[in-house]
């Protein structure tokens, strides 16, 4: 977790995802367009990805990929992400 803490230090926006992944690819559209200056991270494209994804699901992360803090506080995954978006909570980005 300690490697995760350090990822989102000092990061508006900071988003864990797979390249391969659909659902990934929308919700980081869905931050872009409140041009929130965020940071991806693709698990499949850096060196130790299999590593923050499993302490990811050790954080409650359990579905995997796309997951979401936003000012260093774990969102969650997609269904937080959108369940913010449908109640208007994540205009303030």
């Known amino acids: 977790m300690e490697m995760i803490t350090r990822m989102v230090a000092d990061r508006p926006v900071v988003i864990f995802s797979r390249t391969t992944c659909c659902i990934c ?9 409140f041009r929130a200056n965020r ?8 060196q130790n990805g299999g590593q923050i994804e499993r302490a990811l699901q050790q954080m409650g992360c359990k579905l995997g990929v796309p997951v979401v803090f936003i000012g260093q506080q774990l969102i969650g995954g997609p269904n937080q992400v959108m369940s913010l978006q449908v109640r208007n ?4 980005l």
């Open 39 to 46: 940071t991806v991270y693709e698990l499949n494209e850096v």
């Open 25 to 33: 690819h929308t919700i980081k559209t869905l931050i872009s367009g």
């Open 89 to 92: 909570q994540l205009v303030w």
